[in-house]
Nanobody
Framework: QVQLVESGGGLVQAGGSLRLSCAAS????????MGWFRQAPGKEREFVAA????????YYADSVKGRFTISRDNAKNTVYLQMNSLKPEDTAVYYC???????????????WGQGTQVTVSS
């Protein structure tokens, strides 16, 4: 089992920045690919970013490319999502997820955190 706990969400004005963290415990964190997803009210959960177990490969949704950066620190069992130039349409609950293989679809991930709210005001 892998337990995931997100933090760092909050209220920010458009154009601002936030950094989300996801702390993992349980089985070997460095074995897992990690992903960030988000779900806005009334919408389906969507892929945001993913990172390979080593951190050597990263993937982004087109909507966040150039604004968000995913990274990980395997020594701290933590994955991060740095979000810059935030827009009101980035408002959502953000979830981190873990899987041995990863991908850009939520069904590919076995373990999920509880989510953290990000609200971007215009």
């Amino acid at each position: 089992q892998v337990q995931l706990v997100e933090s760092g969400g909050g209220l920010v004005q458009a154009g601002g920045s936030l950094r989300l963290s996801c702390a993992a415990s349980g089985r070997t964190f460095s074995s897992y690919a990690m992903g960030w997803f988000r779900q806005a009210p009334g919408k389906e959960r969507e892929f945001v970013a993913a990172i390979s177990w080593s951190g050597g490969s990263t993937y982004y949704a087109d909507s966040v490319k150039g604004r968000f950066t995913i990274s990980r620190d395997n020594a701290k069992n933590t994955v991060y999502l740095q979000m810059n130039s935030l827009k009101p349409e980035d408002t959502a609950v953000y979830y981190c997820a873990a899987d041995l293989d990863g991908g850009d679809q939520d069904y590919e991930y076995d373990y999920w955190g509880q989510g953290t709210q990000v609200t971007v005001s215009s």
